[in-house]
């Protein structure tokens, strides 16, 4: 007859003590069932020679990462204008070292047949399932914002306190280009659940709005001409579109004005903060030609 494997062997003993131990599994000691079948058959599929070879696998892939690190940032420093492709060519072959190291592993650690298969492939399944959960979420999210359409590419959007041009809508994410050109990600999913405010939704002009405050003894009429005429006068300013000039009390704690805000439609979105500073600087200079006072603005001696 074979001699028995090393893992039987060894659960041999557990096996004669079966009654003792389904006694202590017994309700009365509030433990759960222990199937010493299954144990054997889990030790079975190990392979113990091979675990041990799995760790200097797990070693030289560790100082391989290593060796890898060290080269991108050598010669990351030496060739700065490769620095982005070393960077991503570090990036792909830690994905390689990492999924070739994983497969080694596990190859030498158990041996495969229909039950090991069944096992790793559950779980496999289950892990890529919950990673792939929010990019299908993504997927799905971006379907509906074609159809819907709550914005379109080249609008002006403000969106989870990130506001700028809406350069690419794809299946997965929307990129935005900031004010400060930076380019935002943002995945497809949170148009869904959040607030989408779009300027100009599909059109080169877009208003604009801009308050001005002026201290309540002021010459009002006088101060709505003057931004009036600052706006009328921008090289800026979409003239096909109404300009509003709506005026009203202001108070803040302790003080008390008068805010005029300005509506005007600028003639590309691009334009937006060049004819926000040309307004201010015109209607500025000439409150100060007119000597007209701001809040808590001091009095000119008499």
Known sequence: MPCPSFARVLFRPLRSAAPLLALVASPAWAQDDIDIDTISRLADIVRWGGVITSLFVVAGAWMLLRLLGRFVAAF??????????????????????????????????????????????????????????????????????????????????????????????????????????????IPNSKFLSDVTSSGNYGALDMQVVMDFHIAADQDIERAREIVNEAVLSSRYVFLAKPVVILVNQWVSDYLVGVRLRLKAYVLDTRFEKAFESDVNLRVLRAFQHEGILTPGQPRPAS
């Open 76 to 185: 990351g420093s030496e060739f700065s204008s490769r620095r982005l492709t070393l960077h991503k060519v570090s990036t792909i072959g830690q994905f390689v070292i990492y999924v070739a190291t994983t497969l080694l592993v596990l190859l030498l650690s158990f041996r495969v047949d229909e039950t090991t298969l069944a096992v790793i492939g559950g779980t496999v399944a289950v892990a890529v399932g919950f990673a792939m959960k929010d990019l299908v979420a993504s997927f799905i999210a971006g379907v509906i914002v074609m159809l819907d359409r709550p914005f379109q590419v080249g609008d002006r959007v403000n969106f989870g306190g990130e506001y700028g041009d809406i350069t690419a809508i794809g299946l997965r994410s929307v990129r935005m280009q900031t004010l400060d050109d930076n380019t935002v990600t």
